[in-house]
């Protein structure tokens, strides 16, 4: 079935330290991998996404890696401010007749000062 | 980026009543939204893909006759609560794509729901 597994669910870094979130997905007709960042209360934004043709993509201090054989992405943080604690999402997008996007369970991220 | 417009952002409502949350697409048509369910501290569940002028696919487990959806418009879904339970207070929240394939979801502002 289709399933998204993130890990850690929760992480402590220092600050000017990078963190890393990994994922899983189950259905290899999955072809679009985003993230978000969702602050308490708040609707999930966008930070990076990656598309199955990709195998890495950056943005300033965000990158995002793909390995489709394994059915892993990554996110990867460098240079963590304590503005990154936040809860941060995987998710795959399902093209299959109809699409939807499955999450991870999220991992909460604290960067410590 | 495309907007997508949530209402109401908090409802408290009487065990037993219905709630009707309104999700619109502000600048762009959808003919696809999803509604999810967030319990706190978890990930947003998905409850079913709304398609305008057909029926909602619901996903496993979430019961269509208490959650019911209507894609009336291109711009616009909506999801009512019936009936509902203490056990159905939750983060209600609704998200939108610009096409077909390998697109931004765009989320709304979410609704806290609480039954009484």
């Known amino acids: 079935g289709e399933n998204v597994e993130q890990h850690p669910s929760t992480l402590s870094v220092q600050e000017g330290d990078s963190a890393v979130i990994k994922c899983t997905y189950s259905d290899s007709a999955s072809n679009y991998f985003p993230w978000y960042k969702q602050e308490l209360g708040k609707r999930p934004q966008l930070i990076i996404d990656?598309?199955?043709?990709?195998g890495e993509k950056k943005d300033q201090r965000i990158a995002v890696t793909l390995n489709k054989t394994a059915k892993h992405f990554s996110l990867h943080i460098t240079e963590t401010q304590p503005e990154d604690s936040a809860v941060y999402f995987c998710a795959a997008l399902l093209n299959t007749g109809g699409f939807k996007t499955i999450f991870g369970a999220g991992t909460r991220l604290f960067v410590k000062a | 980026g495309a907007v997508v417009s949530q209402h109401p952002s908090w409802v408290i409502c009487k065990s037993g009543t219905s709630v009707k949350i309104e999700c619109r697409s502000l600048d762009f048509q959808a003919t696809t939204m999803f509604w999810y369910r967030q319990f706190p501290k978890q990930s947003l569940m998905l409850m079913a893909t709304?398609?305008?002028?057909?029926?909602?696919?619901?996903e496993q487990g979430v019961e269509k006759d208490k959650f019911l959806i209507n894609h009336a418009s291109l711009t616009l879904s909506t999801l009512t609560v019936t009936s509902a339970h203490p056990e159905d207070s939750s983060f209600y929240i609704c998200?939108?794509?610009?096409?077909?394939?390998?697109?931004?979801?765009?989320f709304g502002q979410g609704t806290r729901l609480t039954v009484v």
């Open positions: 709304s398609n305008e002028g057909s029926k909602a696919t619901y």
């Open positions: 990656i598309r199955s043709n990709v």
């Open positions: 998200s939108a794509i610009l096409g077909q394939m390998n697109t931004e979801a765009f």
